[in-house]
């Protein structure tokens, strides 16, 4: 594949923090289904689990904060770089963008590695356009960049990181906050079906403004992520519905043009 190359073929992946860290081959999965395949984030150092409510239900869906515990990069090629190397399905490595020059110095860590495709930038909430377009630029290489932006702020960030030089952009799920009991409050993104609405129409205008989008949120159905494509998305991302279990990717995740 040549550098900065981002063909997804079939156009479907998963997102990130839904399938862990490679594509097990123990899995009940049929990794033929995707195009690609997204870590779960990645820090340079470790990062332990979120403290305090972390879940929560509500109406079509649910709340969920981690906080994206992971070990540290370097565990993480330690112990998965050959697996990326030996697998059939290309990797998309999700690095957490915490800040540029960080971030430069985990992009150069995975430039030469064998089996990945390339990287995908996690952008936090809080962050500007300014912030978003030193991200880019520190994580551009030698690999392709897609960069994830906070649904709710997709519109206003995604030019920036275009014309800084990310290849596409990615759509994280929005944030919201629900009571968990009467005092409590929880935070954290919000995933299932009733985010579909929110989600088709952000790709929507993302399209329309000439931006290479991968959506996702909400994706529940065949028929979802033709509706994603339908708009212009050049490709997928899935996310809690791999965690349904009997192999739902299996059954019903068959792309078909």
Not at 22 to 37: H, I, M, N, V
Request: hydrophobic content about 45%; charged content about 20%.
């Amino acid at each position: 594949m040549a550098k900065h190359d981002l063909s997804i073929n079939p156009p479907v992946m998963n997102a990130a923090g839904s399938l862990g860290f490679s594509p097990e081959r123990r899995a009940r999965t049929d990794w033929s289904k995707l195009g690609a395949f997204v870590t779960n984030p990645i820090s340079l150092l470790p990062r332990t689990p979120a403290h305090g409510e972390r879940f929560a239900s509500y109406p079509g869906g649910f709340l969920l904060h981690t906080g994206y515990p992971n070990p540290g990069l370097r565990q993480v090629v330690r112990r998965y770089a050959q697996i990326w190397a030996r697998s059939r399905l290309p990797v998309i490595v999700h690095l957490l963008g915490n800040d540029a020059e960080t971030l430069s110095e985990m992009t150069r860590q995975l430039e030469n590695m064998e089996g990945v495709m390339g990287v995908e930038v996690g952008v936090s909430g809080e962050a500007d356009a300014e912030t978003v377009v030193s991200l880019t630029r520190a994580a551009s290489g030698e690999l392709p960049v897609i960069i994830r932006l906070p649904m709710e702020r997709a519109l206003e960030l995604a030019s920036s990181a275009i014309q800084a030089g990310a290849m596409a952009i990615s759509m994280a799920p929005p944030r919201g906050s629900l009571f968990v009991s009467v005092g409590a409050m929880a935070q954290g993104r919000l995933y299932g079906p009733a985010v579909l609405p929110i989600a088709l129409k952000t790709a929507g205008d993302l399209v329309k403004q000439g931006v290479p989008t991968i959506g996702a949120g909400g994706i529940y159905a065949q028929e979802d992520i033709k509706a994603m494509l339908d708009l212009g998305a050049m490709a997928v991302q899935v996310d809690s519905w791999l965690w349904r279990g009997s192999g739902a990717i299996d059954k019903e995740l068959v792309w078909k043009p």
